[in-house]
């Protein structure tokens, strides 16, 4: 597995060895004695989530303000741009995002650590979504940051307006919203 650095360090985009032949491929998703050994990172996944979005979904931008999940995110079917928000305001990059395109060809993973506002909008026809995450769903501490915060300024490759939810669509401005110490 080779890491690609990003523009905030503390994001990582994981890329496999991937195998494959006129049958098809094989790579390992996840491997914890490799992950600890090429990141450093000794995190224990709890939960494991799997989504379906249509093209145009926006999801976002998500994230719990207890119980706090660090999540690798990998595309099983299409394409999405995948989008991380630091929240967390004793970090340099407090209020910087990445994002980067993921999808079943490119095989690439992005682990977002707790501390970030997370959200991805669906780039082709359909897409399918894994999280791994470092704990559980708590709807309770569950927050939502506009997508468009103008603050944020995220630059999403939309050809016209997302689908949102409506839940999606009450999120709240980055400057009013409840963010890590």
């Given amino acids: 597995m080779n890491i690609i650095p990003t523009t905030i360090p503390d994001i990582l ?6 195998f494959g032949d006129e049958r098809g491929f094989f790579f390992e998703s996840f491997n914890e004695r490799a992950w600890r050994d090429i990141t450093g990172l000794d995190v224990r996944f709890v939960q494991h989530n799997h989504s379906r ?5 926006l999801r ?3 994230y719990q303000i207890r119980q706090p999940q660090g999540k690798l995110v990998r595309v099983i079917t299409g394409e999405v741009f995948d989008v991380a928000v630091d929240i967390r305001k004793s ?4 209020g910087g995002w990445f ?17 970030f506002a997370h959200g991805f909008c669906v780039t ?3 897409a399918e979504f894994l999280y791994l995450t470092t704990d559980y769903w708590a709807p309770e501490h569950e927050r ?3 997508w468009n915060d103008t603050d944020l300024g995220i630059n999403w490759p939309l050809r016209a307006e997302p689908n949102v939810s409506a839940k999606d ?10 963010l890590f110490p």
């Fill in 91 to 94: 970090s340099p990059t407090f």
């Fill in 13 to 18: 985009i994981l890329e496999p060895k991937v």
């Fill in 53 to 57: 979005s249509s093209g145009g979904v």
């Fill in 124 to 126: 082709s026809d359909v």
């Fill in 60 to 62: 976002g931008l998500h």
């Fill in 99 to 115: 994002g980067t395109l993921l999808s079943a060809e490119n095989k690439q993973q992005m682990w977002i650590p707790a501390g």
């Fill in 169 to 178: 669509m009450a999120g709240l401005a980055f400057r009013d919203a409840d």
């Fill in 144 to 146: 939502c940051i506009a």
